[in-house]
């Protein structure tokens, strides 16, 4: 891939789309425990002649938080505002910055077993200027 192909697809949607913290029957929802979900369409019992029946659903996430079939769906409604629907921006404005240490284990690896021009990517890759645990420069190449 490209450096333009890297679009902020996060930002960009996170504009667009909110997830409730609660469930419609306002319970804390707990999507981080979920096993199982379900977006736009799901299958729902029908409450008067039992038969199980497809509903759409294209405004709420359903999920489970086992993989057990009798466990109830939760529903989380999902918000959606008016977003301009350009293309997002670009995720990086240049090269991600690499510790220096794996482009050297990088390009070790892409001498032995890479041809050109894959192998002159490597030689490209930029690295960290500090330390990020305490903002020294970190000189030990």
């Known amino acids: 891939m490209k450096q333009k192909e890297f679009s902020d697809w996060n930002g960009h949607l996170s504009d667009k789309y909110r997830l409730h913290k609660k469930d419609t029957e306002r319970n804390i929802s707990k999507l981080t425990e979920t ?3 379900n977006f736009g369409w799901g299958e729902s019992r029908n409450p008067s002649t039992g038969k199980i029946v497809m509903v759409p659903h ?3 996430v359903w999920f489970r938080e086992t993989f057990n079939t009798s466990e109830p769906w939760q529903c989380v409604k999902i918000s959606r505002s008016e977003v301009d629907s350009h293309h997002p921006p ?3 404005d240049g090269p991600v910055p690499i510790n220096p240490y ?3 284990d990088l390009n070790k690896m892409a001498e ?4 050109e021009p894959q192998r002159s990517f490597y030689k490209t890759l930029v690295p960290e200027e500090k330390n990020k645990k305490d903002g020294s420069t970190d000189d030990r190449l």
């Open 35 to 37: 096993m199982w979900m």
């Open 112 to 115: 032995k077993y890479l041809l």
């Open 90 to 92: 670009l995720l990086y």
């Open 58 to 60: 294209p405004d709420e």
């Open 102 to 104: 794996k482009i050297k």
